[in-house]
């Protein structure tokens, strides 16, 4: 599979300024982009503790199996942008070098540091707290690459529009956290565009997740394919958007001994990835035979910025 960064521009359905996106009482600022790339493939990966957000404590046994995802990237030339919990620098540290160090592209960005969830009883609470993720995992992405990162990407993708000031006061941008669906109890994005934009009053940019379509907006995530199973996946592969951010982490790759202390409704979702590592190769190879390229989320980023 080769990586491609050539310039054939996707048009938005509607490329224009918006400043209608609601925020509480407030309203955000944004103007649509197109994809600057079609038929191209960006792999993103949360390598983050086990099932991020769903256990009570972390543990860090999925990520340990980084060696067999590097040797599949490798065999498939296929480039990959991570977005790394922080914390596994403490934790886990040979698992990040695996990765930095293999045969194949691999372009690092922050994703908080502890990957706790938000706090929906205290706004004020929770916009400290965010804070303080985001200047940690800033301050230990730079002692360990020795870098300063310019993408972020939040847990769950629950990020919120007051966390747009926070990413700018630390030097970021652009953002990849938002998915344009629904997800109960987290957020509801049905009504944002599937196309980048660029937040002026911010200066940032926001790549968006992608999704099957705009009436089927199901994530182009693995843990999708494995959720709703081989119907959903053979749709995908199939009948491809024409950009397609796929998204995965090492807990829908491998099985951690973890999996036992999920909660019973965690359980039953994770269930149905038995061989992961198969279907990650069955998507990207498909995805090749129908002649799309990959490349890393980077890319989007420098070409839309050398746009504005």
Request: hydrophobic residues 35%; negative net charge.
């Amino acid at each position: 599979m080769a990586s491609d960064s050539g310039d054939r521009s996707i048009a938005p359905d509607d490329e224009a300024d918006r400043s209608d996106i609601p925020a509480g009482s407030e309203r955000i600022a944004r103007r649509e982009l197109a994809w600057p790339v079609d038929r191209q493939v960006y792999l993103t990966l949360d390598f983050e503790c086990d099932y991020g957000t769903a256990l009570e404590h972390n543990a860090y046994e999925a990520v340990t199996h980084v060696d067999k995802l590097v040797a599949v990237l490798e065999r498939l030339d296929v480039p990959l942008t991570a977005f790394v919990q922080t914390e596994l620098f403490d934790e886990q540290p040979e698992t990040v070098e695996t990765l930095r160090d293999g045969g194949v592209d691999v372009q690092f960005h922050p994703h908080s540091h502890t990957h706790r969830g938000r706090d929906h009883t205290e706004a004020e609470r929770d916009h400290e707290r965010t804070r303080w993720e985001i200047e940690t995992s800033t301050e230990r992405y730079r002692e360990f690459f020795g870098s300063d990162p310019v993408g972020y990407r939040f847990p769950d993708g629950n990020v919120r529009r007051t966390d747009y000031e926070l990413l700018t006061a630390a030097g970021y941008e652009f953002d990849a956290s938002v998915f344009p669906s629904w997800r109960p109890g987290r957020f509801d994005n049905s009504d944002e565009p599937t196309v980048p934009a660029y937040l002026p009053d911010h200066d940032l940019v926001e790549i968006p997740f992608t999704v099957f379509d705009e009436r089927l907006r199901v994530p182009t995530a693995l843990s999708y394919c494995q959720l709703l199973g081989r119907p959903y996946t053979d749709l995908l592969v199939a009948h491809p958007p024409s950009v397609v951010m796929f998204n995965i982490h090492m807990h829908d790759l491998v099985t951690p001994s973890s999996y036992a202390d999920l909660p019973r409704f965690y359980r039953a979702v994770y269930a149905r990835n038995p061989d992961g590592f198969a279907w990650l190769e069955r998507v990207l190879t498909a995805l090749d035979d129908r002649g799309y390229s990959f490349s890393v989320v980077d890319h989007v980023h420098d070409v839309l910025r050398e746009r504005l």
